[in-house]
């Protein structure tokens, strides 16, 4: 239907040009016709009309070209005379001047005036000023396409319609079945690429893109991909590493409560099967170890519980505005003991001029004041030395550096200190029974919660500090 309809359309645009070309035509080559007769009818006007000559004259004429009908027009475009061969009156009694005027000043053809025969129809003319009884200002009017030629033209009209709708309709179904074919052939290959392109996605080759090189639907369609498909790849990625940091958990967390279990379960042996014959000092001794192991034990289950609910965010920072100096010192006092029975110098340094309040969780951060000391008090040998220096800088921001003269971490550890059971230097924690590596994991997620981030800076065989800052309270 729709190449049918553009066909006819086509076949109206070609009959109407055909015809408007024709009218221009016939009329620019009829242009000075009236002019022309107007001398031969002239003398058959003068005293009257000679109706016998001038239809001799007409005769003549058809003879030759059975298009035209003669009118003569008085000045004001009143019709006096016709000469149609024998056919009726016309319609009209007079016929407007402004196509003639403009027929006269030489306007370009196609040039329409009024069809007496008809009311409200217009055709191409020939006119020219002639003199009716000597009376000057009227004009000789042709109309050059006449009745007759009306009713040949609709007899043709007819045919030369079918003609061109058909030639039409089969033209336009030729161009739109080729233009069809191409588009077709140039979406169907894109849409072939996008398919190979998702089909290699699917069987494993994540790195797979399509290449976009417009902006219409299948290149919005190839962006959409290659987005999702970047989203997958990351996501495949997270999930490769939360899986092996899942089988590294497991294996650290069956070493870390196997150790410790072990130890106990063979103190506790050691008890029953001497009991009786071990005095109170070992047995004493014995309980005390299969104690620690269990408090070493007990610390670990907690670590672990802090953590995955840290992973969970089941913990939500209460934040208010407190003294960090003050938080700084109590820790420091609390693990004063402990440094005095390692022989470690434990120390605050804090600045003469005071420090703005700071704007964090006072509990989580005293658990990471904590878990920085804790750490920091294992890997300082005797005579080593410990301090804790808040300081303002120029950002509005309390830095708070934790720095020790232990043994320092690796350039090639030092990236990953604060995963999960990670630690500096494996076979010595291990080798002593400290720590599980999850103080530094807790304590980065702690400041991960505040929007704020911790870093580790060491020199091996030196020391390592570790500075994490702290929002002023506005």
């Known amino acids: ?43 058959h006007l003068a005293e009257g009309v000679d109706e016998g000559a001038i239809n001799g004259i007409i005769a003549g004429l058809t003879q030759i070209n059975r298009r035209i009908d003669v009118y003569l027009l008085e000045a004001d475009g009143e019709i006096k005379g016709w000469f149609m061969d024998g056919r009726a009156e016309p319609v009209l009694t007079h016929v407007t001047l402004g196509p003639i005027m403009r027929f006269l000043y030489g306007d370009p053809p196609p040039i329409l005036g009024d069809d007496p025969t008809s009311e409200g129809v217009t055709k191409p003319f020939s006119v020219s000023p002639i003199s009716v009884m000597g009376q000057e200002g009227c004009y000789l009017y042709i109309i050059l396409q006449g009745e007759d030629y009306d009713h040949v033209f609709e007899m043709l009209r007819s045919g030369l319609m079918k003609q061109l709708v058909l030639r039409a309709a089969l033209l336009a179904f030729i161009i739109t079945a080729l233009v069809g074919l191409l588009l077709f052939w140039w979406v169907s290959r894109r849409l072939s690429k996008l398919q190979s392109v998702v089909t290699d996605f699917e069987s494993g080759q994540l790195d797979r893109r399509f290449d976009v090189k417009s902006k219409d639907e299948i290149g919005r369609l190839g962006s959409t991909f290659n987005v999702m498909a970047n989203r997958i ?84 920072p209460h934040f208010e505005s407190f003294p960090i100096a003050e938080l700084v010192q109590d820790v420091v006092m609390h693990y004063t003991p402990e440094a005095e029975k390692r022989g470690v110098n434990l120390r605050a340094v804090l600045p003469e001029e005071g420090l703005p309040l700071v704007r964090a969780d006072v509990g989580l951060m005293e658990r990471v004041l904590t878990n920085l000391l804790d750490n920091a008090l294992r890997h300082t040998p005797s005579g080593g030395t410990v301090e804790v220096r808040p300081e303002l800088n120029k950002k509005d921001v309390v830095c708070v550096h934790v720095s020790d003269t232990g043994e320092g971490i690796e350039p090639a550890q030092l990236a990953t200190v604060f995963e999960r059971f990670s630690r500096a230097d ?49």
């Open 233 to 316: 790849e990351t996501q495949v990625e997270e999930l490769q590493n939360t899986d092996r940091l899942r089988r590294e958990l497991v294996a650290n967390v069956s070493h870390d409560l196997r150790s410790p279990l072990a130890s106990i379960q063979g103190y506790l042996e050691t008890l029953q099967l001497k009991e009786g014959t071990l005095d109170s000092e070992k047995r004493r001794g014995y309980i005390d170890v299969a104690l620690g192991q269990t408090k070493r034990l007990s610390n670990l289950v907690a670590q672990l519980f802090e953590l995955s609910k840290l992973d969970a965010k089941q913990i939500q």
């Open 1 to 43: 239907m729709l190449l049918l309809g553009l066909g006819i359309l086509l076949a109206m645009f070609s009959v109407g040009a055909t015809e408007e070309v024709t009218i221009a035509a016939d009329q620019e080559l009829h242009r000075d016709l009236a002019r022309e007769l107007a001398p031969r009818f002239e003398p």
């Open 426 to 474: 494996s076979s010595r924690s291990r080798a002593v029974g400290n720590g599980a590596g999850l103080g530094l994991a807790i304590a980065r997620k702690i400041l991960d919660l505040h929007g704020g981030a911790i870093k580790a800076e060491s020199t091996p065989g030196k020391g390592t500090t570790f500075t994490f800052g702290l929002p002023v309270a506005i």
